[in-house]
């Protein structure tokens, strides 16, 4: 049986905008993911939650707090980085090269809540 979580991050990871999808402790371990082929999820849970970490503390050392939502844009893509409220992981989201990342990042923001009760 599926488990409500990977459900809900299977539909994301079906959107044409996304690429994959990962839950990550604030430990860097994988909750769950749904990634395509050939990446490490391994690694991108660890690197997401270090990356979090170090933007937690740019952000106190600037006074504007830790970050919610961390968009990086490469060639390929894009990677939103995105704290779950009230919980101790985060998403992070593959955005598809050719997608709407306004779009994604507004639905993220939208069920932000709803992911972290699962997570």
Do not use: C, K, N
């Not at 991050?9 to 050939?38: C, I, K, N, T, Y």
């Not at 707090?65 to 990677?79: K, M, Q, R, W």
């Amino acid at each position: 049986m599926t488990s409500p979580l990977r459900s809900v991050l299977q539909a994301l990871a079906e959107r044409p905008d996304v690429a994959g999808v990962v839950v990550v402790s604030d430990e860097g371990l994988v909750v769950e993911s749904v990634l395509p082929a050939g990446l490490d999820r391994e690694a991108i849970a660890a690197l997401g939650a270090t990356a979090l970490r170090s933007l937690a503390s740019l952000g106190e050392a600037t006074a504007l707090g830790a970050p919610d939502d961390v968009v990086l844009e490469a060639p390929g893509g894009a990677l939103v980085l995105q704290r779950l409220p009230g919980s101790t992981a985060s998403l992070v989201v593959l955005a598809a090269d050719h997608g709407d990342l306004g779009t994604l990042l507004y639905e993220l923001r939208r069920h932000r809540a709803a992911i972290a009760s699962l997570a």
